[in-house]
């Protein structure tokens, strides 16, 4: 009687150990990268560009502000990342959230790119927000000056001896 209960206990530890290490053997083969964030090259991070134009006058007018966009991503324990949050994707839902047309002298003013999200205990949810105003170019920047008609003094060159 005794050997049979040495036989199923046998078989339960088998049992147990197919049930742990079958899953594990699994996500194993998934395409999941595992490499921590914090062991991460900076190579491996998204590169922002920036143009810098010049809002003074009366040369553009404002047609939408507040526009934001997101893109999220998931995190297994925090530190494996299943799906990353882009600033592509987010870039690319501000454009077509603005309505953002080609052709047209319309630009992006003031943006603001936040990183964030909210972290649990078993998986983290990453997020990136970014903001702007869209604003359009009228036409060549006049000064106040121009624009109420005072005269404008222009500089005399110094005299040559």
Do not use: C
């Amino acid at each position: 009687m005794a050997a049979g209960y040495v036989l199923a206990g046998d078989l339960m530890k088998w049992i147990y150990a197919f049930l742990v290490l079958a899953p594990l053997g699994a996500i194993a083969q998934l395409p999941i990268p595992i490499t921590p964030d914090w062991l991460r090259s900076d190579k491996e991070s998204g590169v922002l560009h920036s143009t810098q134009v010049q809002l003074f006058g009366n040369n553009f007018r404002v047609l939408q502000t507040n526009v934001v966009a997101k893109s999220g991503g998931f995190k297994l324990l925090g530190f494996i990342t299943i799906k990353s949050p882009s600033y592509v994707k987010a870039v690319s839902r501000l454009y077509a959230k603005a309505g953002v047309a080609e052709g047209h002298a319309q630009a992006l003013a003031n943006v603001v790119y936040e990183t964030g999200g909210m972290n649990l205990i078993l998986f983290s949810l990453p997020k990136i927000r970014v903001r702007a105003d869209l604003v359009e170019f009228t036409g060549p920047p006049r000064l106040e000056a121009e624009a109420t008609g005072a005269k404008v003094r222009e500089p005399v060159p110094p005299a040559r001896n």
